[in-house]
């Protein structure tokens, strides 16, 4: 059975598994765990004969499930911490899984405090910033890097030395039911909802529409159905506001001349499925530690987005 064909189970197998059993910890949000291919990818060739189990959260199971480098999905139950009865009882799923090493990519407080759930005798090798656990980061200055650049130098206090590219063919959807224009640009003019200044001025985003229209530029628009509203500020650009799958977007991607957008999850997947991104960015995110990885990536910031104009914007549009 292909990993995309396991069921997702909050109770883990074990009997019957050749190998050892490997959890790797990723809980979100979507953008981290694109910025997590490679090292998924890198621990699925380290680990090619074991099993692997990753513990994510419920809005991503169904998603990661179809990733290569994985056999089981393990939903996050997230016990508070003073609900003692949950905690025991995720604990004892999470002692089940007989798992013999654990990547925490999260590094979390909370992945953290996972690793205590384990009963001594039965903890397996660690690896994050869990006091006590057998293989910490050390790294003085992981605060200070890049994402997918901190979980790497993590990986490699692990043992894990080989780092391939991931390949993402396996993230396909249907876009032929869109009947797009030949030649179109993506635009993402949403964000974190609670995050405003995360976000370009809808006006400016109808205003790059039209100038790229002016060069024979379609502008496709997508994001999360609550977004409707961002997009409708927007006429000049096709909304596909809520009507894409990953998949989907994946191949939006690879579809499209480049995409312009704000610091959002989309960005990444944009970015990683190869399509050139011109991501815009406040102060209020620090793109040194989480700007989209991708082959063709650039990155614009004013402490105020609004502060932004349109002509920075067109001047840093690939040929």
């Not at 060739?45 to 809005?59: E, F, G, Q």
């Not at 911490?81 to 002692?95: E, K, S, V």
């Not at 530029?217 to 961002?230: F, K």
Request: proline share 9%; net charge positive; aromatic share 10%.
């Amino acid at each position: 059975m292909a990993p995309h064909d396991q069921p997702i189970s909050t109770e883990m197998p074990t009997t019957g598994i050749p190998g050892r059993n490997i959890l790797i910890v990723k809980l979100g949000a979507f953008g981290n765990i694109i910025l997590s291919f490679r090292a998924f990818a890198a621990i699925r060739k380290h680990h090619a004969a074991d099993r692997i189990t990753v513990l994510t959260s419920a809005a991503y199971a169904d998603w990661m499930r179809t990733f290569p480098w994985f056999d089981d999905v393990l939903i996050d139950p997230r016990p508070a911490r003073w609900d003692l009865p949950g905690m025991w009882r995720f604990g004892r799923t999470l002692t089940a899984g007989h798992f013999s090493r654990v990547y925490d990519l999260q590094t979390s407080a909370r992945s953290s405090r996972y690793f205590y759930l384990f009963p001594p005798k039965h903890r397996p090798a660690w690896s994050g910033i869990a006091f006590g656990c057998a293989l910490p980061d050390r790294d003085p200055h992981r605060n200070d890097l890049h994402d997918a650049e901190r979980q790497i130098g993590q990986l490699r206090q692990a043992g894990i030395t080989t780092f391939p590219e991931p390949d993402l063919s396996w993230c396909r959807g249907d876009i032929a039911r869109f009947a797009l224009p030949p030649s179109f640009a993506i635009l993402v003019p949403g964000s974190s909802p609670h995050r405003p200044a995360k976000r370009w001025p809808a006006d400016r985003f109808q205003a790059l529409a039209t100038a790229l229209a002016e060069r024979g530029i379609a502008s496709v628009i997508v994001g999360a159905a609550a977004e409707q509203a961002v997009a409708a500020d927007i006429p000049a650009a096709i909304s596909l506001v809520g009507q894409t799958s990953f998949g989907d977007l994946a191949d939006l991607a690879r579809a499209a001349r480049f995409a312009v957008g704000n610091d959002t999850g989309p960005m990444h997947l944009i970015a990683a499925s190869g399509c050139p991104t011109v991501t815009l960015f406040s102060d209020d995110s620090d793109p040194a530690k989480c700007a989209p990885a991708g082959r063709w990536t650039r990155v614009l910031q004013r402490p105020r987005l609004a502060d932004l104009p349109l002509d920075a914007v067109l001047e840093s549009l690939p040929a």
